[in-house]
Structures are given as C-alpha cells and as structure tokens.
C-alpha cells in the first residue's frame, strides 16, 4: 500500500503542552522559556526530539555532541524546534555484567520518553552497537516519525604497515599472545592503532552492521552507514537529517510506514551480502515484534542463505569500513541486491523515496572492497539456522567467518558449566581437549549470564594453538562479538538456564555438526536425553531484586528476539494526560 501524506498544517502533539493560553498551557511554555526561546517558537512548528546516546562512557559515542549541533542546525533550517534530550547510553566495550542486559532498559525508556514528553518527531543519535537497536525499538513502540543518524565508523587502524581491525585484531592477537607468537610488548603497542579517531568499531561488526541495516530498513537517509565518525561529510548527513525530520513531521511518515515484511526482508538479505553480524538476528527480530511484522529465524535461513557476501571487511574480508566508505558504501550493495532480484525495490524509506529510487545511479568505485558476485568471499552468505535435538527452537552460525572444513564436523565435547570454569580451564595444559573436539559453553544465554554476553568464540586452548590451530568448533548459547570469527554456533535455544537440551550435555557425548543441511544434533539416544532432562534442575538463582529480577523474569529466548514479554507490540502516541 502506497505511504499517503497527512495533510499540512495540522494540530501537533507538541500544542497539547504549548498550544493555548490554560494555565497547564503556560506551565509548560513557560518553563521552557527559561532558557531564552522567544514566544514564536511555541506557534505549532514540530518540536523534534534530538534523542542523544552520548557519553564519556560510551566511547563509541563520545563525538555525538557535536554531531547533535548538525542535527539541530539541520531541524531550524526547516521551520522546527530542536530540543536535545539525553537518553540512555549502553556501551559493549564497558558495561558489566554486558551490554546486551540493558538493550531493553534502554528501549523502554526511550519509548517512555517520545510518549511523556512534547515530541512531534525524533532523530535518534545512535552509534555503539546496542544503542541502533534499543531506540529503534523505542520508536517503533510510540510510531512517531523518527530517523537513524549513526555516529560512523573509526578510521582504519594500520599497526607496523598492516591495516588493524578494530575488535577482530584484539581476539587475533589474544591468540597469538597464547600461542606465543607476539610479545605482550607488541601488544601493548598495537593497542593505540585499534582506536585511533573517534567512531565504532571499523570492522563489520555489529554497529556497523545495525548502521548498515537501519540504512536497509529505511530508517536513515541514504549513504549513512558507512561515512567515517571524522569525516566532515557525517556532520553534513546529520545536517539534512536534520531537515528531513522536519518534513516527515508534517506528511507524517512513521516508523510503521518504513518498518514493514518488505523492508526486514531487505534488511536480511543485506545482512548476507555484507557479511553481517550474528547479533542483527536478534535485534531484527525485537525490532519486528515492536512493529508487528512476524518475523522468525526461519525467515532469516530462507532469505540469506542464497545471498553471496560480497562486502570484503573484516572479520570475513580483509577492508574496513573506511574502504568500504571509499568504495561507494551500501547504497552500491542495495544496487546490487536489487539488480539480482533480491531487493523490494518499492520499499518506503525516510527520505520518501523508494530503497531503489535512493541507489539506482550509484557506482562501485573499488571492486576489491565489493566484489564482484563470481569472486563472492562466500556463494551463501546470510546467517544459518540449525536445529536439532540440541537445538529444538534454532542456533546461528555466521558461514562467512567460518572455516570450511568445519562445518561438516563430528567430535567429542568438552564442556565448560559456565564462563567462569571455562576461564578456570581453559589454559590447562592437562585439559583433555584436541582440535577435533567440540567446546560446549553452558549459561551464557539471556537468562543465563544474565543478558547473553558476547563470550560465544570462546578462544582455544594453548595446546592447541600451538599446533598452529586457529579454529575449533563451539557451541554455546551466548552471543559472539559481530568482529569476532570462527566456526562458531550461538544462540542455542532454548538455552541451558531455561532447561534446554544445552543444559544436558556431557564431556565425551558425541556432537554432530552440518551447516548445509542445518543440523545440530546431540548423538545419544532419544531416551537419554529425555532422562537427562527429566533430572535437570535449574543452576541459575533468581535474582532478589532490583532491575536484574526484571530480567530474569521476563526476558524471552533469543530465538524471538529476547525482548521482554510485556514491551512487543506498539502502544502508540497517546499523549498522557495533564497532572497539573
């Protein structure tokens, strides 16, 4: 159904505080006044919410301030009132127990902040990986006209000639450090050419790819994702997306007008084209049950698995995000999706225009960044789904960042109760462990850590490595970084906290492994398995109190998106009512 335009001028949510002459009218103007807005600016222009993620703690974000001034510069040029609003700022790189546990909280409040206060339209400010997804999530459950401005990417890091990825360096020189081919001197040293300007992670992980991808759902003007966070041309894009908001305001034009079937479809199928992280699984999936599109893993297997990944960054390719920048970004990847076939090229996005209108006339300016399909880093790129009795509701494995002849692998499993004993063993040289078995990580999920931290890939022993091994299969029902890599499964569910087959599995069962026929499967007999989970009982305590029993008791698995149970679903704009 075509996207019809709200007829212009129109009363405002914004002139239920400001518009009139009450005295609850005056109590909001007037305060507001304080600050020195002349009495105009409360006549019915859109008051736009600049919702900021800054913070001194969030280093990906530290630069977001600057950014907003562009926004607000963007939003007076065409006729609105920018107001800056600071929301809740979630950092991977710093926040314990992880991230991940408040990616909800976050959600939750930013939705609580567009429907209680005087917002006719909002720019969210986004950049560390969490903070993409968690107000997206926020908008799409109040629908009012909202537009992504991502911080951008670091510059490339270079250490002794090499380019250095942010995030996929770090576990590459962790191993090497075990394995006792790099000095802790030289470590020490590359760790200043990791981060070396302001932005997110300069690999594919996974801010770049829930930039990349709100890009692909039409939720950020075109050529967003990519441009670097120092670049002056990020401070021109938060500028006109600072004027676009203005606009869709007045048609109108809400998060449940860009969100639709079509757009997610796009969006994963991008995802397997850029060799996108595992995370966007679950994000996507939160994001679509906020806007209710029925999106499953299933539909993730289906639409990526015949995707070439054609994006060669890190940690598939060897590029990073500055290259791809150079390289054309993704509009010149949605080109080629929709030249393919695999793109809804009448998909809305927030410029109004369709997804092929916006990327039609662009150019690949390097073909050794974006490859040419016929030298694809991998013919099935996406994310694969498998299941089996140790997977019933669905695990994920990121087929580009695997090793190929890993993933048809039967092996005998080692398992590790939880991080904690993994940490414990892992670097026992008397640990009875070979590159063909299989390394089990229990208590890892959304339940389980709690909030399912990014401890998936897990590294390999010592002993192995020193064999010159780099990759081991690995189970678990955590999460991995998106600039980690390996034949890594994640996600398993249900997971072990919550009883699933997870939780069962014993050192020497035999685990089977095969990604082409999407299979996972526990190699004991189906009355063993039934006994063994009749006997479990749970490990994991219910917290006592405060935000961490919220979680625990209403987190749902990652195979739905591991949202809350009371937040799916879109609650709309209903302007609260006056208590003065």
């Known amino acids: 159904m075509a996207f019809v335009k709200a007829e212009w001028p129109r ?61 607000k510069a963007g939003v007076w040029e065409a006729g609105g009132f920018p107001l800056e609003v600071p929301v809740f700022s979630v950092s991977e790189n710093t926040f314990r127990p992880t991230a991940a546990m408040y990616r909800n909280l976050a959600a939750m409040e930013v939705e609580e902040v567009m429907r209680a206060q005087p917002i006719d339209g909002a720019v969210l400010l986004v950049g560390c990986d969490k903070t993409t997804p968690s107000l997206m999530m926020g908008a799409a459950s109040t629908d009012i006209p909202s537009i992504v401005v991502t911080g951008g990417p670091m510059l490339n890091g270079w250490f002794r000639g090499e380019r250095v990825g942010s995030g996929t360096a770090l576990w590459q020189m962790s191993e090497d450090i075990k394995a006792g081919k790099m000095s802790r001197e030289d470590f020490l040293e590359a760790e200043q050419a990791m981060s070396r300007s302001s932005g997110t992670c300069n690999t594919m992980g996974t801010a770049s790819t829930m930039a990349s991808l709100a890009e692909a759902l039409g939720m950020a003007l075109s050529g967003n994702a990519a441009i670097p966070a120092v670049d002056s041309r990020r401070r021109v894009m938060a500028q006109l997306s600072g004027r676009r908001i203005v606009q869709m305001v007045k048609d109108d034009l809400k998060p449940s007008d860009v969100l639709t079937r079509e757009a997610f479809e796009n969006a994963i199928r991008t995802n397997g084209a850029i060799g996108g992280s595992t995370n966007a699984v679950i994000h996507l999936l939160a994001l679509a049950g906020r806007v209710g599109v029925d999106l499953t893993l299933d539909d993730w297997d289906r639409l990526g698995r015949d995707v070439p990944t054609v994006v060669n960054l890190m940690p598939s390719g060897k590029y990073l995000m500055e ?70 509701d669905g695990a994920v494995l990121k087929p580009s960042a695997a090793s190929p002849e890993l993933m048809r692998h039967r092996g005998r499993a080692v398992v590790f109760k939880d991080i904690d004993d993994y940490k414990a063993r892992i670097g026992d040289e008397s640990l009875d462990i070979d590159e063909s078995c299989v390394m089990v990580l229990k208590n890892c999920g959304p339940r389980g ?73 526990l190699d004991i007999p189906d009355e063993e398995l039934s006994a063994r989970l009749a006997a479990w009982t749970p490990t994991v305590p219910r917290p006592e109190s405060g935000y961490a029993r919220l979680f625990h008791d209403h987190i749902q698995g990652a195979d739905t998106g591991a949202d809350f149970d009371f937040l799916v679903g879109c609650r709309g704009r209903e302007v609260p009512r006056d208590s003065h």
């Open 11 to 71: 009363r405002l949510r914004s002139q239920e505080w400001y518009g009139g002459t009450s005295r609850d009218n005056i109590y909001h103007r007037g305060w507001l006044k304080n600050q020195g807005y002349p009495h105009d600016l409360f006549d019915g222009r859109p008051v736009i919410g600049i919702l900021n993620t800054w913070g001194e703690l969030t280093p990906c974000n530290g630069h977001l301030r600057e950014l907003a001034q562009k926004v």
């Open 323 to 392: 290259d791809f920048f150079y390289a054309g970004g993704l509009p010149v990847v949605l080109r080629r999706l929709g030249e393919a076939g695999l793109l809804h090229r009448d998909a809305l996005t927030v410029s109004g225009e369709t997804a092929w209108e916006a990327v039609k006339d662009v150019r690949n300016w390097n073909e050794d960044v974006i490859l040419p399909v016929e030298k694809a880093l991998t013919a099935s790129g996406g994310i694969a789904v498998l299941r089996g009795n140790l997977a019933p």
């Open 449 to 521: 850590y709690p909030g399912m931290p990014e401890v998936g890939n897990m590294g390999l022993p010592p002993k192995v490595l020193r064999k010159g091994i780099k990759d081991m299969v690995r189970i678990s029902d955590a999460r991995m970084s998106g600039t980690a890599y390996g034949t890594v499964v994640l996600h398993t569910s249900p997971e072990a906290a919550a009883g699933g087959p997870l939780a069962v599995v014993r050192d020497g069962d035999m685990i089977e492994l095969d990604v082409a026929v999407r299979r996972l499967h």
